[in-house]
């Protein structure tokens, strides 16, 4: 009951999100969704998480979004001749995340029980850890899977990070030809000449 209850301001605010049609208040829509999830994840019993999803998302992820619409100077007109386009496209990213996690809802054996089946999956990779629960926290265990089994998972989201700075600091580059510029050595050889020939001059 509670669940639902703090899930449904999450909810109300990721439908804003899609159907603002100004970047900054979408922007502006996405930051209660950060921390109504944040709140859920610390019902949850996941502490660290709650903790480092508003710091990472709201002070990371928002800021840096308002800063790149800031600095792009994009168009509102042109957002909004450009929305149907894209329906086709987010349609099916949306049912390809339904499916996903639909099959993680059908994978976790909390939920089995409630769906009457006897599906029953373990994954060898967590035998390692039968046993610790009880001991380690939730920051020991998250930092051993992290280090261990999904090493490489952790090391893609920086690359995705470096190739996102990259993309920033190119869109932002503006490149012109019609640049007046000076070319050192040639005024360095026209000023030796007219040093040779004031001397010729004087003499």
Same mark, same amino acid.
């Given at each position: ?13 990721? #439908? ?10 979408? =922007? ?10 944040? /709140?859920?994840?610390? @019902? ?14 709201? /002070? ?5 979004? *308002?800063?790149?619409? +800031? +600095? ?19 349609? @099916?990213?949306?049912?390809? #995340?339904?499916?996903? =996690? /639909?099959?993680?809802?059908?994978? $976790?054996?909390?939920i089995l029980p409630l769906l009457k089946t006897t599906l029953r999956k373990t994954h060898s990779l967590y035998m390692v850890y039968a046993g610790k629960e009880r001991s380690w926290t939730n920051l020991e265990t998250l930092g $051993? *899977? #992290? &280090?261990? &089994?999904?090493? =490489? ?22 490149? +012109? $030809?019609? =640049? ?17 020939? +004031? ?5």
């Open positions: 009951m509670i669940l639902s209850f703090s899930s449904s301001p999450a909810f109300f605010s990721g #439908l804003m999100v899609v159907r603002a049609k100004n970047p900054v208040h979408s =922007v502006s829509f996405s930051i209660p969704v950060f921390r109504e999830t944040a /709140g859920l994840l610390l @019902l949850l019993g996941l502490d660290f998480s709650a903790m480092i999803s508003p710091v990472v998302y709201i /002070g990371a992820i928002a800021v840096s979004f *308002l800063f790149v619409v +800031m +600095m792009l100077h994009i168009l509102i007109a042109e957002i909004h001749e450009e929305v149907l386009r894209y329906f086709p496209v987010s349609g @099916l990213i949306g049912l390809i #995340l339904w499916w996903e =996690v /639909g099959n993680v809802l059908i994978e $976790n054996e909390t $051993n *899977l #992290l &280090y261990t &089994y999904y090493s =490489v998972w952790f090391l893609v989201p920086s690359l995705i990070l470096l190739v996102a700075v990259i993309g920033a600091i190119v869109l932002t580059m503006h490149r +012109m $030809n019609k =640049v007046k510029r000076q070319d050192v050595f040639r005024r360095n050889a026209l000023d030796s000449r007219r040093r040779t020939m +004031m001397r010729r001059t004087t003499t």
